[in-house]
T-cell receptor
Framework: AQTVTQSQPEMSVQEAETVTLSCTYD???????LFWYKQPPSRQMILVIR??????QNATENRFSVNFQKAAKSFSLKISDSQLGDAAMYFC?????????????FGKGTKLSVKP | NAGVTQTPKFQVLKTGQSMTLQCAQD?????MSWYRQDPGMGLRLIHY???????DQGEVPNGYNVSRSTTEDFPLRLLSAAPSQTSVYFC??????????????FGPGTRLTVL
């Protein structure tokens, strides 16, 4: 069974600085997707970024980028120029490619605080 | 375009009561799913559906029923609520592509407390 591990329960960053959140996963599959979701205090789950395993290029979305290391099964999220609105829980998630279940496997999350 | 909507936002039940959590999406997504989120844990899949009339169990289905009579709606029924079902419930939806289930978009969640 696939598993996702986020080893940092809490992280803190100064406004305007850069922070990296870690995620490792375990799978025997070669094709899969990886995601980072943000959950602010409003509770809404918001997609931050998505990576297809077959793509070697790391995904980027504005201030958010990932470092995808397939061989190491590592998928870290870098947030540049951190803003107060980035404060939230961040969840790393895995999903197999294909199939119909669509089951997202989530890590336990990292709580990010942003200091002004 | 409202996306994925859920009602109610909050609910308190007594042990043994039944209720239905509502979920609707207006994006014409084939795939819909229900997750629960417990403290200190990520989300876990309860049930899912790949189209009207088709449902299946996820990781933690016990105590819950679903049906899908239309593309838009996917209600989750608690038959006899138990304190272990105290949780936050999320509905999600997505397209189905050649690569399987596409990126899932989540509703705002329902916080359920069972006393």
């Amino acid at each position: 069974a696939q598993t996702v591990t986020q080893s940092q329960p809490e992280m803190s960053v100064q406004e305007a600085e850069t922070v990296t959140l870690s995620c490792t996963y375990d799978t025997s599959e070669s094709d899969y997707y990886l995601f980072w979701y943000k959950q602010p205090p409003s509770r809404q789950m918001i997609l931050v970024i998505r990576q297809e395993a077959y793509k070697q290029q790391n995904a980027t979305e504005n201030r958010f980028s990932v470092n995808f290391q397939k061989a190491a099964k590592s998928f870290s999220l870098k947030i540049s120029d951190s803003q107060l609105g980035d404060a939230a829980m961040y969840f790393c998630a895995y999903r197999n490619y294909g199939g119909s279940q669509g089951n997202l496997i989530f890590g336990k999350g990292t709580k990010l605080s942003v200091k002004p | 375009n409202a996306g994925v909507t859920q009602t109610p936002k909050f609910q308190v039940l007594k042990t043994g009561q039944s209720m239905t959590l509502q979920c609707a999406q207006d994006m014409n997504h084939e795939y819909m799913s229900w997750y629960r989120q417990d403290p200190g844990m990520g989300l876990r899949l309860i049930h899912y559906s790949v189209g009207a009339g088709i449902t299946d169990q996820g990781e933690v289905p016990n105590g819950y029923n679903v049906s899908r009579s239309t593309t838009e709606d996917f209600p989750l029924r608690l038959l006899s609520a138990a304190p272990s079902q105290t949780s936050v419930y999320f509905c999600a939806s997505s397209y189905i592509t050649g690569g399987g289930i596409d990126t899932q978009y989540f509703g705002p969640g329902t916080r359920l407390t069972v006393l």
